[in-house]
C-alpha cells in the first residue's frame, strides 16, 4: 500500500507570506489521483485541488499545487486568515485512498 | 444542489451495536461512490474504504475491515456505517464523502469533493 508522508507537521507562518507544505509517497502516485483538502475544527474536510493542479470550484488562486511521480507540494502564495487549517494530501485510485497525517499550518 | 446529511451524533457502551447514516440529495445515486473517512479526536483523517451504491460492492482499509459494514439503500439514496461491538477506540467523528470519478480528454480524475458534516460517535462505559 502506499504510505503519504507529509512535512511539515506544524508550520507557524504570518498572514501575507508563503507557505509550502509537501507530500512524499512511498511509491509513484499517478498524478489525476492526488487531491489536497483543507479541513478547519468543527467543519467538514474541503477539497482544495484534484490531480495534483487542478483547483475545485471556489478553490482561491494563491492556492496552487505542483508535483509528479512521488513528491508533490501544495503552495499558498500569499496567506488569509482564513487558511490557517489543516491541510491532507490523498491518493486515490486503487483501495486503501490512504491520506497523509495531515500538515498544521498556524499563525506565528 | 449536492447534499450529504449525516445523522446525529451517538453516545455509547462498549459492545454495543451502532449504525449511522449520510443521506444523500441532488444528485443521482448510483453515480459516484461513498467513502468513509474517521477522525479521531485529535488525531488526522483515516480512509476506512468505499462503497458503489450501484451494486453495494466494497473496498476496506485494512485497518477497518472485520470491525465496520458499508451498505447503502437505494431507494433512500442513503449510506450506512455499522458495528456490531463497538471499542471505546470507536471514539471518533465520522465523515462520508461523495467520491468522484470524472473523465477529461487525457486522464480520469479521482476526488472527493462533498462531505457530510461528520457524525461524533462517543463510546463509553
Known amino acids: 500500500d502506499i504510505v503519504l508522508t507529509q512535512s511539515p507537521g506544524t508550520l507557524a507562518l504570518s498572514p501575507g507570506e508563503r507557505a509550502t507544505l509537501s507530500c512524499r509517497a512511498s511509491q509513484t502516485v499517478t498524478t489525476s489521483y492526488l487531491a489536497w483538502y483543507q479541513h478547519k475544527p468543527g467543519q467538514a474536510p474541503r477539497l482544495l485541488i484534484y490531480?495534483?493542479?487542478v483547483r475545485a470550484a471556489g478553490t482561491p488562486d494563491r492556492f496552487s499545487g505542483t508535483g509528479s511521480g512521488t513528491d508533490f507540494t501544495l503552495t499558498i502564495s500569499r496567506l488569509e486568515p482564513e487558511d490557517f487549517a489543516v491541510y491532507y494530501c490523498q491518493k486515490l485510485g486503487n483501495s486503501p485512498e490512504s491520506f497523509g497525517q495531515g500538515t498544521k499550518l498556524e499563525i506565528k | 444542489e449536492v447534499q450529504l446529511v449525516q445523522s446525529g451524533a451517538e453516545l455509547k457502551k462498549p459492545g454495543e451495536s451502532l449504525t449511522i447514516s449520510c443521506k444523500t440529495s441532488g444528485y443521482f445515486f448510483f453515480s459516484h461512490w461513498i467513502a468513509w473517512v474517521r477522525q479521531r479526536p485529535g488525531k488526522g483523517l483515516e480512509w476506512m474504504g468505499r462503497i458503489d451504491p450501484s451494486d453495494s460492492y466494497t473496498n476496506y482499509s485494512p485497518s477497518f475491515r472485520g470491525h465496520v459494514t458499508f451498505s447503502a439503500d437505494k431507494s433512500v439514496s442513503t449510506a450506512y456505517l455499522q458495528w456490531s461491538s463497538l471499542n471505546v477506540s470507536d471514539t471518533a467523528t465520522y465523515y462520508c464523502?461523495?467520491?468522484?470519478?470524472?473523465?477529461?480528454?487525457?486522464?480520469?480524475?479521482?476526488?472527493?469533493?462533498?462531505w457530510g458534516e461528520g457524525t461524533t460517535v462517543s463510546v463509553s462505559s
Open positions: 490531480g495534483v493542479s
Open positions: 464523502a461523495r467520491r468522484v470519478v470524472i473523465q477529461s480528454t487525457r486522464y480520469y480524475y479521482y476526488y472527493m469533493d462533498v
